[in-house]
């Protein structure tokens, strides 16, 4: 077995010139961080995890965490895969390391309290204590100040900190105030300050020349990790259990108090815990590191390109033009364009603001936009676009510098009896589309064609307006419009027809207001849209032609990704240049850009929430969000970041609970996805992420996180190439639908959902299996619940529906798995309750099926389907003490007999038979029994090439492969995983010609991939 | 334990609070009882409960060594409590607040015990865990460490201890350095503790130390230095690094404790046992809830000014 990649926690992080290093597991990644390639990926330890790293002038590198260090050159970290032979062992666990001043010692602060110094060959010189202070500490620093100045700081479990002198190992203070265990604490370089925090949140400034509590800084929701301060002392940042990175300022007020203020907050790292930080302060940039497995990079500098913020009002506009607005004049509209922004006042005047010049121009002022105006813009086309609401609409185009109108207007039109909206969009290569609605239900949906050079109307269209429509946001294609709603709703008109009735999409989701629709890609007669709905959700519909010669309806429609935000209103999306989907809206009363793809908040603006005037959009090199707050006019520019964002994207930030590989296609893979598989992961934090893996370089993309869960995972399993099941508490089960035909991206959404037992179900359901129809879609599935219940559904493929058959209870104990058997004609339901028990039904007369003795699979006969009781068990064997957490099954070719193997919560492994005889006399006898299997519980077990081998994991991170020969296990291989709380394993044979023939993908706190 | 419970499987919650016991955890000493029978001895006479706070062992304790019905303490038998954390006080317990690595705490037990050796030794105790895997197994080792140099300065030869342990990636270093004190090292694993849970109990049989072997508490020693020449811990000389090596380890025997039709911790109930049903929902806690460290950071989040602002 040998170790592809990993994806799992980073403890900790720092910048070093131009690299930026990471504790990652065991090992050390070195990253460019401009050019964002990772260069290095050194193994420090033999198992124990690099917890920190300190550099020293001369390029030496220590690396701790656990009881492990080791201290080696930079360039041999640059140069080599592993460096394990450096590794050496303290007796206590080291808490911190550091470099003395000239670099020719290395000082180690254990969880005692103690320091050892050694040479950088690790030979300890001497150690220092402080007599009668030996309790474990979670955290402790030392600062280096001068050669013969040193100052340890150690945080206690009792909420003091002391700080005592390294060389004349005497107490300089105790200091008191926080409560719990002291989790980090550092002191600023000037010798100034003492930053540190505890298991009360809160973050405390302390005087280190008197020991004084200067200032507690609350703004922190859970657990703070790490603190370092930046910008000559004058600012700190903070990581928290929270996922957030916060900066602080810290502040000398007049009356020489110094205070500790929170300026920034990013939230950057999924849930939970980021633990390493470090800050490059000729850059301004901060890197964070978390149990994610991200590496994320954060610029602080606020102001790199010099106009990130600015805001007007009219009196200061007025004072600059010399032109005077009535004391009532107010910001109607304004559109933002690479140029700068147009705006219109509420008295129709026309107002440009240049990004050059900084200097405000009136364009024009026109009395039938007095009041009510509606503004539009065609951005790529420097085009803005106002509307009234007496049916007017006046268009303006500039030059592409925007220093000069090139354009003006004005269109009257006379189809609708009032305006009160207006939308646009772009159409072709050489005009855009604009419909205007009314408020009448009885008048039509007006389309324009506009020219964008002549700004002239090129053709008008009467659209017939579905009931109950109001129009929110607009695309088109081909010769289509799409027009979004309130109700959730679509329709989709064809320009080549005004009469045709339009295409109509109703209740895409349960929100209520879409708000944006956009064109993502196409392939043959498909076409997918992305739509955004304000409540929230997000649909990728893909509409298909109809290929008959007078199509009616013209379309066919059909969900293909299905997703919800965590929180907040949900005003948009786009996919960015990387193909990462891009989401904005407002959380409270803050407006956010998220990178939806890979989870984290790409810029943030505290503008007091979604009921106010707003508008984001496109601008070069970023994003320009418009917003009138407290009758000011903000203009915050997003610049892309000028670093690269992640340098490594990361995954889970808590246990993977299971994973599961996509089976390859049977037929018609177009290459999309090859050399590698999609795969799922389902999580303890409620959510199923959808990825790809590359089998030889094990790199992982991220595609989809989805939330439909409440609960932490208990199972996700791909039943077939296309449909992947997931089930966790509170009963629930979906039935998910995959999507890979596409090119960019595979698509997933939910199917059908598994009815529950009751309204308010409080149930686990602890496992499932599935047994199909040959040759069809349809399956039977068996659910296991925490209630020891026992359910057999029949879900027919055509009527989309899951139909209860069978029911009934074990016992009272928990069920942890299930498995259905197929032997000859006979079918078998194995459990593994919390007794210890391996427990076979016969419910071959309890489906309504027959089973195909060559395939194993269901035939359909025809057979009646009723509902009924589960029948007793017919065999029931003790293979384990208490629970049995893995169980996997192998049938042999005759299908008289299936090797069953269970592992333990009792480290034992057991291997039984399930054996039919000549008259189908089931039996079923233990086999092998290894009871010391490992040394912790055994959570998942599977078996490979027809049963000839297994692969469990455990909790004692050992992965073991193991031979079965003649009914008995031997132990083949074992090899250490770094991943902690290993409990999810799935397998998948590779046809790449390697030396390895399976990929094994490992979870738990992280996820490995290897080869075997 | 607070009033009203989310967690409608757990029947052993609810059994604790019906039969007033302050955590559900003494379901676990009970049920390690039921298997070893360490607490049936009738010459049980002087016993030690670690890290004991909020006192449910206590309470098992108490009830097994003394009849509840006749209420003075025997001049033989003692329990004692020690905890950093204050307890309310539980009948037949003498409850310290002390630190359990300090020679002062030992010496009081001593005195308590009027200089007698304890034939038995527990510890419930857990610390705070931080999400590092690593850090929390190894800080949970340390804690049993200490918990176990004040039991080798108190517990007779033959003498039992047991501790609660997390079966994680270096248990079965735990298992083999304990292995050097105790003639018996058994892994055990209550039903009342969740099978999800990694959670299991450490039981040590035969107090037996090496002869040549002298305990002694000394608030400058490490933990690692208290077991030098004891010859346990580790090839290692304090104050030199070694280069690594794979360390000793052994797996203890598992055993799983109650009976198979005792509750089963993991299971969900509907029907429930008529002892229990009637009582549930109109029980009051029987212990406080506690007073965490991050009380005004949840009062301040409630008030709304902790809600983002920046």
Known sequence: MKDVSHYGPALCTKFHNDYVLAGYGPFVHVYDYRSNTLISKCRMFHKNKVHGISISAGEEVLAYGARSISVVRFEDILKNESLVDSEKINSDWVTNGEFSSDGSQVYLLTCYNKVLICDLSCEVLSSKSLRGERSILYSGMIKVFAPDKVYISAGTVMGGIIIWDLFSETKIHNLLGHEGSIFYVTLSNNGSFVASCSDDRSIRLWDLDTGEELSVGWSHTARIWNLKFFDNDTKLISVSEDCTCRVWTVMESQKNITELSISNIYDVHLSKNIWGVDVKEDDMIAVTSGNDGRLKLIDLHLERHGDEETSFNLDEISQQLDIVFDKNETIKGFQGFSFGIVIITSLGKILQFRNTTKQWKLLLTDENFVAYSITNGIQAQNIVVFSNNKKDILLIRFSENGDEVMHVEQHHTTELSKTNNCLVTEYDEHSFLLTLESPNPRDKLLCLEIDFQDLKIKTKHCFNKPENFASSCLASFQNFVLVGSRFSTLAIFNLLNDDDEPFIIRRLCPGDTTTSIKFVENKNDSTVFSVTNRDGYYDFIELTKSNCESPHPPFSYKILHSNKMMKGFLEGAFFNSNGEYITYGFKSSLFYLYNETNCYELASEVCGGAHRQWKLNNVNDGHILMYIKSSRLHLRKMYHSVFPETLEKGIHGREIRDISICPEASADTDGNFKGGHIFCTASEDTTIKLGYFDNKTGRIRNFWTQRKHISGLQRCRFINEKLMISASAREELFLWELNDKYDKRPYVTIRQTLPTSTNNPDLRIMDFDVKFVSQSGDFILITVYSDSAIKIWYYKEEENKFELITEGRYKTCCIFNVALVALKNQLFVVISPTDGYVVIYNVTEYVPFTIDVTSGDLADNKLDTLVSGLPMPVLQLQVHQSGIKSLDYAVDTMRTSAAILTGGDDNGLGLSYLTLDAVNTPALKASDFIDSAASSTITSGILINGGEEAITTSVDQIVRAWKITEGKLTLADEKYTTVADTGSLDIISNNDNTEFDKTLLIGGVGLSLWRK | ?310
């Open chain 2, 1 to 310: 334990m607070g009033k009203g419970s989310k967690d409608k499987r757990d029947l052993y919650y609810r059994k604790a609070k019906e039969q007033g016991y302050r955590a559900r955890s003494a379901f676990k000493l009970l049920q390690l009882n039921d298997q070893f029978h360490f607490l049936d001895d009738p010459n049980l006479k002087r016993v030690v409960d670690l890290c004991a706070a909020p006192g449910s062992w206590s309470q098992v304790l108490s009830r097994k060594l003394f009849d509840e019905n006749i209420d003075t303490d025997s001049e033989e038998k003692k329990i004692v409590a020690v905890d950093l954390q204050p307890m309310s006080p539980i009948p037949h317990v003498t409850t310290l607040q002390a630190d359990i690595t300090h020679p002062k705490t030992l010496a009081r037990i001593l005195d308590l015990f009027g200089n007698e050796k304890a034939d038995f030794v527990c510890s419930d105790g857990a610390p705070d865990v931080t999400g590092l895997h690593d850090l929390d197994e190894y800080v949970q080792q340390q804690l049993i460490m200490s918990a176990l140099q004040l039991t080798t300065c108190i517990l007779k030869k033959g003498g039992v201890f047991v501790a609660k342990i997390f079966r994680g990636r270096d248990i079965d270093m735990l298992y083999s350095q304990l292995g050097y004190l105790f003639d018996k090292i058994v892994c055990a694993k209550p039903r009342s503790s969740r099978g999800t849970s990694l959670e299991a109990f450490i039981v040590c049989l035969g107090y037996n130390p090496p002869s040549s072997w002298i305990p002694k508490l000394d608030v400058n020693t490490s933990v690692d230095e208290f077991f030098q020449g004891c010859y346990f811990n580790r090839l290692v000389i304090s104050d030199k690094l070694s280069h690594w090596n794979e360390e000793e380890r052994s797996i203890a025997e598992f055993m799983a404790c109650g009976s198979l039709e005792s509750f089963d911790s993991d299971a969900t109930y509907h029907d429930l046992p008529s002892s229990i049903a009637n009582t549930i929902s109109s029980l009051d806690p029987v212990q406080g809830p506690t007073n965490p460290p991050y009380k005004k950071a949840l009062e301040l989040k409630r008030s709304g000014k902790l809600t983002r602002s920046v």
